[in-house]
């Protein structure tokens, strides 16, 4: 890890020591992999399990959408991915390579005090969702970029100083903020604060964890556009955790659905918006009206999400799905492929033993 | 800083009425309490004391009263504070001699015991549910016993028996008060045993405080931005620590407040000469003089350790700063 801070990668060259390889839409190398990750809460017989063997890929310069309701442990993944997993929570398995630009893989799950601390934030950064939380209170604005940059590079006080007044007018903030105190700052502009943060030593990863439900729906959308031109800007990937799927759909490459502790849809994000092919997808669709174009009858989900305490048996959906069988109540269905199509599914009823219903169809 | 003005104004305001308070109370007892107060001189008095007390009570003089509370802010500003019947000798230097030796003994081990008591709470904050939480029921045990038996328990122990520290007293009798290195160290050795008292009676409060707030902020968002920015472990305790000092800002204040009034039963246990054992002499001989002395010295002590304790709190926390 060089201790200095990487230039910043041009416009039009996203990633200048990516592999030689020509990068085709779709076809970016990883850069984080989440693979097989269980995460409990609490330890032994009665541990409840928050996350079981997720898998999932983030590439460069992707956006990732980690959809679900609250419980479906979408944070939980990404703080047990990061190391950030507070207790009682417990990484039960699996690993998480992070692909640096230059050098072997790492394994974060399994990385030293020291390495992870090397890693964080020049690497994978967060946002979260309370931005008055996450930025401390007693200290000045300017002191969060300095804390960052001493931490993480050689530069000269003042050089610091530079950067971190580039940082808040990279996201439509003065300079002159520097000195202010979190609380004299507008909701809107705390979280392009905490943007500008993330961002500072140009990370390859950046996650989201509900970044912009804090925020009302016109500094939401503002914000949102700016996160898409940065992206395009500056190359950085992007998990980006929300219940909101609608937002996701105009705004992430791939979608990757969670519930009951499990991924059990991925998909390009115009696939997914089209055509669903979990009935848990096709029923959150159903809730959220879309930001654009016709509004469909909403119908919503039956049913609340399961309690982690007592996850039904068999697909943990089962007691909602209008289309359970006499097998979803026994079995697992595993996240599989579907054939031809870059995208997997956890349901029988595309294993090709049962009639596919026509709204869960391909269209 | 508009607050601070306004902080201040409070104070003053506050001061007003005290020493009102202070001027009024002798002029409103039932009875001459001139006559009161001669009588237990039991035959020891001179004219000019008489003349004196007489002038403090507003007794005989045939003044009004608004010329008087004139007389009285006039004498106080020249730290006239009357003449103290038991001692036989003016107010203003008898305290000058105490309250020093308070201040040093009792403030010093007040500090000392939140700082001591303040870094403790913070790493069991930090490493909490660990073995060091044992620290917690101990530093209780202490603070539970009655402060005055503890240091009789010293005394015996550590003093009596063992001879390793002075018995009472707050210097070597054999030297002279003065600023010299001997001296310096006389006094330092004699407040040891004290300072110990006052320390480990109080610290478990510091700790414990400290502590409950660190668990609290520990959970807090920003604490865990520390650890997902990188930043080394001493810097993530420091964001933390910042935020969770905060209440123990306002106690200590408190704390200091209560400096002169509180030390009391320490003095009376080392015999030390400080003001509590002042304000026991003066309460005995129904010394009015110097109980009222005493009293503006507390109520200044209070008033001031507040307002130092409001300036630390701005400093610390930029949000009480524009609050109304």
């Known amino acids: ?363 | 800083m508009t607050t601070l003005a306004r902080r201040l104004g409070v104070y003053l305001l506050t001061a007003w009425v005290a020493i009102t308070v202070n001027f009024l109370l002798p002029r409103m007892m039932p009875g001459n309490p001139v006559r009161i107060l001669i009588g237990k001189i039991h035959g020891r008095v001179t004219p000019q004391m008489v003349r004196a007390i007489e002038e403090q009570f507003g007794v005989g003089l045939h003044q009004g009263l608004w010329s008087q509370y004139l007389h009285y802010w006039d004498q106080l500003f020249h730290l006239n504070l009357g003449v103290s019947i038991a001692l036989s000798a003016p107010v203003s230097s008898v305290l000058k001699q105490t309250v020093p030796w308070t201040v040093g003994l009792i403030g010093a081990s007040t500090v000392l015991s939140f700082l001591l008591g303040t870094f403790v709470g913070t790493y069991l904050g930090w490493r909490r549910g660990t073995v060091f939480d044992a620290v917690l029921p101990v530093a209780t045990f202490f603070q539970a016993v009655p402060y005055f038996f503890f240091g009789t328990v010293l005394l015996l122990v550590f003093a009596s028996h063992l001879r390793w520290f002075p018995e009472l007293g707050a210097y070597n009798e054999a030297l002279t008060p003065h600023w010299h290195w001997a001296f310096v160290a006389s006094v330092l050795r004699y407040g040891q045993l004290p300072a110990i008292t006052v320390i480990v009676s109080s610290v478990a409060g510091w700790i414990m405080g400290m502590r409950n707030m660190m668990v609290t902020t520990v959970a807090e968002d920003f604490v865990l931005m520390a650890v997902a920015k990188g930043l080394p472990k001493r810097k993530v305790v420091a964001y933390a620590a910042r935020n969770a000092v905060l209440p123990s800002i306002s106690n200590f204040s408190l704390a200091m407040g209560l400096l002169v009034s509180g030390a009391l039963l320490v003095e009376l246990v080392f015999n030390y000469p400080g003001v509590g054992d002042l304000l026991l002499t003066a309460v005995q001989n129904e010394d009015y003089p110097l109980l009222q002395g005493i009293f503006l010295v507390i109520t200044f002590t209070v008033l001031s350790a507040n307002l130092i304790a409001d300036v630390v709190y701005m400093a610390l926390d930029p949000r009480i700063r524009r609050e109304a």
């Open chain 1, 1 to 363: 890890m060089s201790d200095s801070l990487r230039p910043a990668p041009a416009a039009a060259d996203p990633s200048p020591n990516a592999s030689p390889q020509p990068l085709s839409e779709g076809a970016e190398e990883p850069v984080l992999e989440i693979r097989r990750l269980s995460i409990d809460y609490g330890l032994g017989p009665g541990a409840l399990h928050a996350v079981v063997a997720a898998d999932l890929t983030l590439r460069r310069r992707q956006v990732l959408g980690l959809a679900g309701e609250s419980g479906s442990g979408k944070s939980t993944l990404a703080y047990g991915a990061t190391r950030l997993l507070r207790e009682p929570g417990v990484v039960a398995g699996g690993e998480v390579l992070l692909n640096p630009r230059e050098g072997a893989p790492t394994d974060l799950l399994a990385a030293s005090e020291r390495q992870l601390r090397a890693i964080r934030w020049s690497e994978i950064s967060m946002v979260l969702q309370s931005a008055l939380n996450a930025l401390n209170p007693v200290v000045r604005i300017g002191k969060e970029f300095d804390d960052i940059l001493r931490a993480h590079s050689r530069l000269s006080r003042k050089a610091r100083r530079r950067r971190a007044g580039e940082l808040l007018e990279m996201v439509g903030i003065h300079p002159s903020r520097l000195s202010d105190h979190p609380h004299q700052l507008s909701g809107g502009q705390r979280q392009r604060v905490m943007i500008a943060l993330a961002l500072a030593l140009e990370p390859q990863v950046v996650i989201m964890d509900e970044p912009t439900t804090a925020l009302d729906v016109v500094t939401q959308r503002e914000i949102i556009e700016e996160l898409i031109e940065l992206r395009d800007r500056l190359g950085f990937a992007l998990l980006f955790i929300t219940h909101d799927l609608s937002l996701l759909i105009e705004l992430a490459d791939e979608i990757a659905v969670m519930y009951a502790g499990r991924i059990v849809e991925r998909a390009p994000a115009e696939e997914l918006y089209r055509s669903p092919r979990h009935p848990y997808t096709y029923g959150l669709l159903h809730s959220f009206p879309p930001l654009h174009g016709e509004v469909p009858p909403m119908t919503g989900i039956p049913g609340s999400p399961p309690d982690l305490a007592s996850i039904p048996a068999g697909c943990a959906f089962h007691p909602r799905c209008p289309y359970a069988m006499d097998r979803c109540t026994r079995a697992v269905p595993a996240l599989d492929l579907l054939e031809g199509q870059g995208r997997q599914v956890a349901c029988f009823l595309h294993d090709g033993q049962a009639a596919v219903p026509s709204e869960l169809a391909l269209s």
